[in-house]
């Protein structure tokens, strides 16, 4: 499959939060929101699952009307993994996606000029999870195993089989990945003895929790420190649009710094709940979901004074040395630094 080609995305069709201003209208008079009246640019961003807890900032700046402020109307949509929302942008489906920074750099291998703009979980968003009650305590013990991943081709896929690699263990040979989609499918996968561990997210282990499943975490400490999914766009329309990605990441911003006071828990949560209404029907696992994932968007100690958004040049080293490692990039791409850019943080950090 190429990058200039996608996927019929119909299949998706039931995962799909679609939000524009004039959506919003009817909340916004519930809430005592303004709306701008001033015209308004449309974007579709797509992410690759439904969750709205794991897109926090996103759903609260829509909620809140920070997007309209900057003039812009969002559109989001879910799809099937980071692969799927490449392949959206490629299309011209979506102009901002939310992949991870594995299939970033499997897709600039193959040609296609995205650019990661804003990291969104500067502290990993996947782990490698166990039943608590099996005798596995690190990677290693895995091997000839069958290891669960939610999507075939998605960013935990790139992340797990270079943390097998370092264990010395090789996809096919030593151990298989199989696809068992999110949270519930997974919950099954593990409870009919499918899989035998599982690669999930922040949303994903906090759901198969919620289910009664009592889980450890065997994730080295070195993996733990890989950043997870942000936002990107293709490099020809942040060029012709520089406005609507300073906007956006603006707005991002606003709802990272309103989803972080503890003070809001409520409205954000409101927030979620109009983005994903059956994420919202539990509010204490809402809550719960909310507060794991905000602690991974926020920057370490190390780099919190740089901003929301900023990508350590080290850590973009770090995903590459462990994907040549793994296999899944064939040679060091020839300009690292073409796949992201910090150029807009200080605009989007600035009060």
Same mark, same amino acid.
Request: avoid cysteine; charged fraction near 20%; charge should be negative.
């Given at each position: ?13 039931? &995962? ?10 009817? =909340? ?22 439904? $969750? ?14 920070? &997007?309209?402020?900057?003039?812009? $109307? ?7 993994? $980071? ?81 097998? =690699? ?10 298989? &990945? ?24 922040? $949303? ?55 989803? =972080? ?23 204490? &696992? ?54 992201? =850019? ?10």
């Amino acid at each position: 499959m190429t990058w200039e080609e996608t996927r019929n995305m119909k299949t998706n069709q039931r &995962f799909t939060r679609r939000t524009t201003l004039g959506a919003m209208a009817a =909340s916004a008079m519930v809430l005592g929101l303004a709306v701008p009246a001033a015209a308004q640019t449309s974007i579709t961003v797509a992410v690759p699952n439904p $969750s709205a807890v794991t897109w926090a900032p996103m759903w609260a700046a829509i909620g809140e009307g920070y &997007f309209g402020e900057e003039g812009l $109307s969002l559109e989001v949509q879910a799809v099937d993994g $980071s692969s799927s929302v490449l392949q959206a942008m490629s299309a011209g489906q979506a102009q901002i996606g939310a992949p991870g920074p594995g299939p970033v750099l499997n897709a600039r291998e193959r040609g296609l000029d995205v650019v990661f703009i804003y990291n969104l979980y500067p502290k990993s968003v996947f782990g490698l999870l166990v039943k608590a009650e099996s005798d596995y305590t690190d990677p290693a013990g895995l091997k000839g195993e069958i290891i669960g991943v939610g999507t075939a081709d998605g960013a935990e896929v790139s992340f797990a089989r270079a943390i097998l =690699s370092d264990a010395n263990m090789k996809e096919g040979t030593d151990y298989e &990945f199989l696809p068992v989609g999110d949270g519930g499918t997974a919950a099954v996968a593990f409870m009919r003895g499918d899989v035998d561990a599982y690669v999930g997210a922040v $949303s994903d282990a906090a759901i198969l929790a919620n289910r009664g499943m009592e889980l450890n975490e065997i994730t080295p400490d070195d993996y733990l420190a890989f950043f997870g999914n942000g936002y990107a766009v293709l490099r020809d329309y942040a060029d012709a649009n520089p406005e609507v990605v300073e906007g956006f990441g603006r707005a991002l911003v606003r709802g990272m710094r309103f989803v =972080s006071d503890p003070a809001n828990e409520d409205a954000a949560l409101d927030h979620m709940a109009a983005g994903n209404p059956s994420e919202g029907e539990d509010r204490a &696992f809402a809550s719960a979901l909310l507060a794991a994932a905000v602690e991974r968007m926020t920057p370490t100690d190390a780099y919190i004074e740089k901003g929301y958004g900023f990508q350590p040049p080290e850590h973009w080293e770090a995903w590459e040395k462990s994907l040549l490692a793994a296999g899944d990039l064939e040679a060091p791409l020839e300009d690292l630094k073409a796949a992201y =850019s910090n150029d807009w943080i200080d605009a989007w950090n600035a009060e």
